[in-house]
Protein backbone atom coordinates (compact mmCIF):
# COMPACT_ATOMS: atom_id res chain seq x y z
CA UNK A 1 0.00 0.00 0.00
CA UNK A 2 1.14 3.46 -0.96
CA UNK A 3 2.32 5.13 2.13
CA UNK A 4 0.18 9.05 2.93
CA UNK A 5 1.37 12.22 0.83
CA UNK A 6 0.70 15.00 2.93
CA UNK A 7 -0.96 17.40 0.60
CA UNK A 8 1.56 20.51 0.99
CA UNK A 9 3.80 18.18 -0.70
CA UNK A 10 1.53 17.56 -3.60
CA UNK A 11 1.20 21.30 -4.91
CA UNK A 12 4.71 21.03 -6.39
CA UNK A 13 3.17 18.08 -8.46
CA UNK A 14 0.10 19.39 -9.40
CA UNK A 15 1.91 22.61 -10.91
CA UNK A 16 4.04 20.48 -12.69
CA UNK A 17 1.08 18.85 -13.94
CA UNK A 18 1.82 15.35 -12.60
CA UNK A 19 -1.51 13.19 -12.97
CA UNK A 20 -1.00 10.91 -9.80
CA UNK A 21 -0.49 14.13 -8.05
CA UNK A 22 -4.11 15.94 -9.46
CA UNK A 23 -6.19 12.83 -8.53
CA UNK A 24 -5.10 12.78 -5.08
CA UNK A 25 -5.49 16.36 -4.13
CA UNK A 26 -9.00 16.32 -5.99
CA UNK A 27 -9.91 13.32 -3.66
CA UNK A 28 -8.89 15.17 -1.02
CA UNK A 29 -10.77 18.40 -1.76
CA UNK A 30 -13.99 16.21 -2.61
CA UNK A 31 -13.60 14.75 0.49
CA UNK A 32 -13.55 18.59 2.50
CA UNK A 33 -10.28 17.47 3.98
CA UNK A 34 -9.19 19.74 6.81
CA UNK A 35 -5.58 18.52 6.16
CA UNK A 36 -5.38 19.58 2.77
CA UNK A 37 -6.76 23.40 3.26
CA UNK A 38 -3.78 24.78 3.38
CA UNK A 39 -2.53 23.09 0.46
CA UNK A 40 -5.69 24.28 -1.70
CA UNK A 41 -5.35 27.76 0.22
CA UNK A 42 -1.67 27.68 -2.01
CA UNK A 43 -3.21 26.34 -5.38
CA UNK A 44 -6.12 29.04 -4.99
CA UNK A 45 -2.88 32.13 -5.33
CA UNK A 46 -1.65 30.29 -8.32
CA UNK A 47 -4.89 29.42 -10.29
CA UNK A 48 -6.48 32.26 -11.75
CA UNK A 49 -5.30 31.98 -15.99
CA UNK A 50 -8.07 28.65 -17.09
CA UNK A 51 -11.16 30.25 -18.94
CA UNK A 52 -13.79 28.13 -17.28
CA UNK A 53 -16.83 26.85 -19.35
CA UNK A 54 -19.95 25.76 -17.49
CA UNK A 55 -22.62 23.40 -19.22
CA UNK A 56 -25.92 22.89 -18.30
CA UNK A 57 -29.13 21.83 -19.67
CA UNK A 58 -31.86 19.52 -18.88
CA UNK A 59 -31.35 15.79 -18.76
CA UNK A 60 -31.66 14.24 -21.82
CA UNK A 61 -30.24 17.45 -23.82
CA UNK A 62 -26.96 15.93 -25.07
CA UNK A 63 -24.82 17.48 -22.66
CA UNK A 64 -21.89 14.89 -22.07
CA UNK A 65 -21.74 13.81 -25.81
CA UNK A 66 -21.58 17.36 -26.79
CA UNK A 67 -18.53 18.11 -24.11
CA UNK A 68 -16.89 15.08 -25.43
CA UNK A 69 -16.91 16.69 -29.03
CA UNK A 70 -15.98 19.62 -27.66
CA UNK A 71 -12.79 18.46 -25.85
CA UNK A 72 -11.29 16.70 -29.00
CA UNK A 73 -12.17 20.00 -31.09
CA UNK A 74 -10.30 22.24 -28.48
CA UNK A 75 -7.35 19.40 -28.05
CA UNK A 76 -7.34 20.23 -31.83
CA UNK A 77 -6.46 23.64 -31.35
CA UNK A 78 -3.61 22.33 -29.14
CA UNK A 79 -4.77 23.22 -25.46
CA UNK A 80 -5.27 20.96 -22.88
CA UNK A 81 -8.66 20.56 -21.73
CA UNK A 82 -10.23 19.59 -17.83
CA UNK A 83 -13.48 18.56 -17.40
CA UNK A 84 -15.75 18.38 -14.24
CA UNK A 85 -18.35 16.02 -14.80
CA UNK A 86 -20.99 16.22 -12.01
CA UNK A 87 -23.25 13.05 -11.38
CA UNK A 88 -26.24 12.45 -9.68
CA UNK A 89 -25.27 10.65 -6.14
CA UNK A 90 -26.10 6.99 -6.16
CA UNK A 91 -28.90 6.46 -3.71
CA UNK A 92 -27.23 3.32 -2.25
CA UNK A 93 -23.76 4.47 -1.99
CA UNK A 94 -23.47 8.02 -1.65
CA UNK A 95 -21.07 7.84 -4.84
CA UNK A 96 -20.77 9.66 -8.16
CA UNK A 97 -22.66 7.04 -10.97
CA UNK A 98 -20.04 8.10 -13.39
CA UNK A 99 -22.47 8.04 -16.56
CA UNK A 100 -20.59 11.20 -18.08
CA UNK A 101 -17.21 9.12 -17.29
CA UNK A 102 -18.47 6.36 -19.33
CA UNK A 103 -19.38 8.46 -22.49
CA UNK A 104 -16.29 10.12 -22.33
CA UNK A 105 -14.24 6.95 -22.78
CA UNK A 106 -12.55 7.77 -26.36
CA UNK A 107 -10.79 10.70 -24.51
CA UNK A 108 -9.03 8.35 -22.64
CA UNK A 109 -5.60 8.13 -23.84
CA UNK A 110 -4.84 12.03 -24.81
CA UNK A 111 -2.47 13.44 -21.87
CA UNK A 112 -3.79 16.80 -22.99
CA UNK A 113 -7.81 15.67 -21.29
CA UNK A 114 -7.98 15.04 -17.73
CA UNK A 115 -11.95 13.81 -16.90
CA UNK A 116 -13.30 13.84 -13.70
CA UNK A 117 -16.52 12.79 -12.07
CA UNK A 118 -18.01 14.28 -8.81
CA UNK A 119 -20.90 13.09 -6.92
CA UNK A 120 -23.61 15.64 -5.92
CA UNK A 121 -24.38 13.84 -2.08
CA UNK A 122 -27.21 15.99 -2.18
CA UNK A 123 -26.18 19.37 -3.19
CA UNK A 124 -28.12 22.06 -4.66
CA UNK A 125 -27.71 24.36 -7.43
CA UNK A 126 -26.50 21.40 -10.17
CA UNK A 127 -22.78 21.56 -8.76
CA UNK A 128 -20.63 19.59 -6.00
CA UNK A 129 -18.92 19.95 -2.87
CA UNK A 130 -15.75 20.98 -3.83
CA UNK A 131 -16.09 21.91 -7.63
CA UNK A 132 -14.52 25.09 -7.32
CA UNK A 133 -11.02 23.91 -5.66
CA UNK A 134 -11.38 21.18 -8.35
CA UNK A 135 -11.69 23.98 -10.89
CA UNK A 136 -8.04 25.99 -8.75
CA UNK A 137 -6.14 22.61 -8.90
CA UNK A 138 -6.64 22.20 -12.83
CA UNK A 139 -6.61 25.75 -13.54
CA UNK A 140 -2.94 25.18 -11.85
CA UNK A 141 -2.13 22.58 -13.00
CA UNK A 142 -1.98 23.86 -16.19
CA UNK A 143 -5.41 23.10 -18.34
CA UNK A 144 -5.89 26.53 -20.43
CA UNK A 145 -9.81 25.67 -20.46
CA UNK A 146 -11.68 23.90 -17.56
CA UNK A 147 -15.37 22.28 -18.24
CA UNK A 148 -17.57 22.08 -15.23
CA UNK A 149 -20.82 19.66 -17.08
CA UNK A 150 -23.38 20.27 -14.35
CA UNK A 151 -26.06 17.37 -13.38
CA UNK A 152 -28.97 19.00 -14.90
CA UNK A 153 -31.60 19.35 -12.61
CA UNK A 154 -33.61 21.87 -13.81
CA UNK A 155 -34.80 25.21 -11.85
CA UNK A 156 -32.25 25.20 -9.17
CA UNK A 157 -29.17 25.24 -12.10
CA UNK A 158 -28.29 28.74 -11.48
CA UNK A 159 -25.27 28.24 -9.58
CA UNK A 160 -23.16 27.13 -12.50
CA UNK A 161 -23.41 31.25 -13.52
CA UNK A 162 -21.18 31.69 -10.20
CA UNK A 163 -18.87 29.42 -11.19
CA UNK A 164 -17.89 30.04 -15.02
CA UNK A 165 -17.24 32.99 -16.78
CA UNK A 166 -19.04 31.67 -20.03
CA UNK A 167 -22.07 29.44 -19.29
CA UNK A 168 -23.79 27.76 -22.15
CA UNK A 169 -27.10 26.39 -21.54
CA UNK A 170 -27.96 23.17 -23.89
CA UNK A 171 -31.66 22.24 -24.94
CA UNK A 172 -32.86 19.98 -27.46
CA UNK A 173 -36.01 19.53 -29.67
CA UNK A 174 -38.59 17.48 -28.13
CA UNK A 175 -37.76 17.48 -25.13
CA UNK A 176 -40.83 19.75 -23.37
CA UNK A 177 -42.94 22.33 -24.49
CA UNK A 178 -42.05 25.96 -26.22
CA UNK A 179 -41.25 27.78 -23.23
CA UNK A 180 -38.91 25.13 -21.41
CA UNK A 181 -36.04 27.49 -21.20
CA UNK A 182 -37.90 30.34 -19.57
CA UNK A 183 -39.55 27.43 -16.89
CA UNK A 184 -36.19 26.20 -16.10
CA UNK A 185 -34.87 29.38 -15.11
CA UNK A 186 -32.05 29.27 -16.99
CA UNK A 187 -32.49 31.71 -20.12
CA UNK A 188 -31.25 34.53 -18.83
CA UNK A 189 -27.94 32.90 -18.00
CA UNK A 190 -26.70 32.21 -20.58
CA UNK A 191 -24.06 33.46 -22.74
CA UNK A 192 -24.28 30.97 -25.71
CA UNK A 193 -27.17 28.84 -26.58
CA UNK A 194 -26.74 25.53 -27.81
CA UNK A 195 -30.16 23.70 -29.66
CA UNK A 196 -28.15 19.93 -29.94
CA UNK A 197 -29.22 17.26 -32.36
CA UNK A 198 -29.88 19.72 -34.67
CA UNK A 199 -30.56 16.96 -37.24
CA UNK A 200 -33.81 16.17 -36.03
CA UNK A 201 -36.81 17.98 -37.88
CA UNK A 202 -38.04 19.73 -35.18
CA UNK A 203 -34.58 21.29 -34.17
CA UNK A 204 -34.85 24.35 -36.56
CA UNK A 205 -38.51 24.85 -34.43
CA UNK A 206 -36.27 25.09 -31.21
CA UNK A 207 -34.33 27.42 -32.46
CA UNK A 208 -36.91 29.93 -33.49
CA UNK A 209 -38.30 29.91 -30.17
CA UNK A 210 -35.57 30.44 -28.01
CA UNK A 211 -34.35 33.55 -30.07
CA UNK A 212 -37.77 34.64 -30.11
CA UNK A 213 -37.26 34.67 -26.30
CA UNK A 214 -34.42 35.78 -25.97
CA UNK A 215 -35.40 39.18 -27.97
CA UNK A 216 -38.70 39.13 -25.24
CA UNK A 217 -35.77 38.69 -22.54
CA UNK A 218 -33.22 40.99 -23.73
CA UNK A 219 -33.60 43.77 -20.94
CA UNK A 220 -33.28 41.06 -18.44
CA UNK A 221 -30.00 40.10 -20.23
CA UNK A 222 -26.43 40.26 -17.89
CA UNK A 223 -24.69 39.99 -21.05
CA UNK A 224 -24.23 43.77 -21.55
CA UNK A 225 -22.40 44.33 -25.23
CA UNK A 226 -22.75 40.73 -26.12
CA UNK A 227 -25.46 39.56 -28.30
CA UNK A 228 -26.15 35.95 -26.96
CA UNK A 229 -25.60 33.34 -29.84
CA UNK A 230 -28.00 30.54 -30.58
CA UNK A 231 -26.00 27.57 -32.47
CA UNK A 232 -27.25 24.39 -33.87
CA UNK A 233 -25.26 21.57 -33.32
CA UNK A 234 -25.11 17.87 -33.65
CA UNK A 235 -22.11 16.10 -31.51
CA UNK A 236 -22.33 12.64 -33.16
CA UNK A 237 -22.29 14.30 -36.66
CA UNK A 238 -19.54 16.66 -35.60
CA UNK A 239 -21.79 19.85 -36.98
CA UNK A 240 -21.29 23.12 -35.13
CA UNK A 241 -19.26 22.34 -32.47
CA UNK A 242 -16.17 24.19 -33.90
CA UNK A 243 -18.70 27.22 -33.97
CA UNK A 244 -19.25 26.92 -30.01
CA UNK A 245 -15.77 27.37 -29.63
CA UNK A 246 -15.31 29.87 -31.84
CA UNK A 247 -18.16 31.35 -29.46
CA UNK A 248 -16.32 30.52 -26.21
CA UNK A 249 -13.58 32.25 -27.27
CA UNK A 250 -15.32 35.13 -29.00
CA UNK A 251 -16.98 35.60 -25.51
CA UNK A 252 -13.87 35.43 -23.05
CA UNK A 253 -12.45 38.22 -25.58
CA UNK A 254 -15.62 40.13 -25.55
CA UNK A 255 -15.41 40.02 -21.30
CA UNK A 256 -11.67 40.78 -21.39
CA UNK A 257 -12.54 43.89 -23.79
CA UNK A 258 -15.27 45.50 -22.00
CA UNK A 259 -14.12 44.83 -18.55
CA UNK A 260 -16.75 42.36 -17.99
CA UNK A 261 -14.18 39.62 -16.74
CA UNK A 262 -13.65 41.42 -13.58
CA UNK A 263 -17.02 41.13 -12.67
CA UNK A 264 -17.39 37.61 -13.15
CA UNK A 265 -14.72 36.97 -11.42
CA UNK A 266 -16.48 39.01 -8.31
CA UNK A 267 -19.33 37.23 -9.16
CA UNK A 268 -17.13 33.57 -8.55
CA UNK A 269 -15.21 35.45 -5.83
CA UNK A 270 -18.87 36.43 -3.52
CA UNK A 271 -20.55 33.26 -4.20
CA UNK A 272 -17.05 30.96 -3.20
CA UNK A 273 -16.89 33.33 0.26
CA UNK A 274 -20.39 32.86 1.46
CA UNK A 275 -20.24 28.32 0.41
CA UNK A 276 -16.96 28.69 2.63
CA UNK A 277 -18.83 30.55 5.16
CA UNK A 278 -21.53 28.11 5.32
CA UNK A 279 -19.41 25.18 5.11
CA UNK A 280 -17.84 26.05 8.25
CA UNK A 281 -21.07 26.95 10.01
CA UNK A 282 -22.47 23.87 9.22
CA UNK A 283 -19.27 22.24 10.26
CA UNK A 284 -19.52 23.85 14.02
CA UNK A 285 -23.51 22.67 13.96
CA UNK A 286 -22.43 18.95 13.26
CA UNK A 287 -19.29 19.32 16.02
CA UNK A 288 -21.52 20.93 18.75
CA UNK A 289 -25.06 18.99 18.10
CA UNK A 290 -24.81 16.94 21.13
CA UNK A 291 -24.23 20.60 23.50
CA UNK A 292 -25.60 23.99 22.68
CA UNK A 293 -27.03 22.85 19.50
CA UNK A 294 -29.51 20.74 21.11
CA UNK A 295 -30.34 23.02 23.53
CA UNK A 296 -31.18 25.31 20.83
CA UNK A 297 -33.07 22.73 18.91
CA UNK A 298 -35.04 21.50 21.88
CA UNK A 299 -36.05 25.69 22.15
CA UNK A 300 -36.97 25.62 19.10
CA UNK A 301 -39.00 22.50 18.58
CA UNK A 302 -40.48 23.64 22.13
CA UNK A 303 -41.77 26.53 20.25
CA UNK A 304 -40.45 28.70 23.22
CA UNK A 305 -38.00 30.62 20.40
CA UNK A 306 -37.95 31.19 16.54
CA UNK A 307 -35.92 29.24 14.16
CA UNK A 308 -34.15 32.96 13.50
CA UNK A 309 -33.74 33.28 17.17
CA UNK A 310 -31.82 30.30 17.25
CA UNK A 311 -29.41 31.02 14.44
CA UNK A 312 -28.48 34.62 15.76
CA UNK A 313 -28.12 32.95 19.22
CA UNK A 314 -25.57 30.28 17.78
CA UNK A 315 -23.86 32.50 15.63
CA UNK A 316 -22.87 34.68 18.46
CA UNK A 317 -21.78 31.72 20.34
CA UNK A 318 -19.16 30.64 17.12
CA UNK A 319 -18.23 34.44 17.07
CA UNK A 320 -17.57 34.49 21.10
CA UNK A 321 -15.66 31.07 20.83
CA UNK A 322 -13.18 31.96 17.95
Known amino acids: M ?17 INAIARLLTRAEQGSEEC ?6 IYRRAGRAHVVGITGVPGSGK ?8 KTIRQSGRRVAIIAIDPSSPFTGGSILGDRIRMNDLTGDPGVFVRSMATRGALGGLARGT ?23 QGEVDIVRASHTTVVVSAPGLGDDIQAIKAGVLEIADIHVVSKC ?22 SHNQGWAVPVLATSAPRGEGVAELLD ?11 NGGIGARRRLIAERRVLKA ?25 G ?6 AAAVELLNEIRMED
Open 2 to 18: ASFVPSGELVERVCAGE
Open 37 to 42: RPALDE
Open 64 to 71: STLVAALA
Open 132 to 154: LEAVDILDAAGFEVVIIETVGIG
Open 199 to 220: DRPDANKTIIDLKAMLGIGLAL
Open 247 to 257: AMLRHRAALEA
Open 277 to 301: AEALIADRFERHRGGRVADLLGGVT
Open 303 to 308: RRMSPH
